[in-house]
């Protein structure tokens, strides 16, 4: 998906932990810092409206509060791009991995992921 110079590009992130381990090793905001550094580098701002961060919430499930926020404003178009650590912080599961990117890439929304 291309976007025009000139046009305003809404950017979100996602990050995602699910164990108080992860939490306390500092995991999101190693995450959130990465990311917000890339959406930098790629001279984009991010809003605070669009961090999306669940913390202590498993990957296995596709029912994560903040998780669906991202879903919702993503089907209402507010988003063009979305940037996560990773593929297994969207989700631990391939198939919802795919799931997700399809939902997203339908709605007009690209998934750019910092780590492959």
Do not use: C, W
Not at 11 to 40: C, D, M, P, W
Not at 84 to 110: C, N, T
């Amino acid at each position: 998906m291309g976007f025009k110079e000139d046009q305003m590009v809404t950017v979100s992130l996602y990050a995602r932990v699910s164990s108080g381990k992860q939490a306390q090793e500092n995991t999101i905001a190693s995450q959130v810092a990465a990311l917000e550094r890339q959406i930098s580098v790629d001279g984009y701002e991010l809003l605070r409206e669009y961090k999306f961060i669940d913390n202590g919430y498993s990957g296995s499930n596709l029912v994560r509060p903040n998780l669906e926020k991202l879903r919702d404003r993503v089907a209402e178009g507010k988003i063009d791009k979305i940037y996560i650590h990773s593929p297994d912080r969207l989700s631990r599961k391939y198939v919802y991995q795919m799931i997700l990117l399809e939902e997203f890439q339908k709605a007009g929304a690209e998934a750019v992921f910092f780590k492959l």
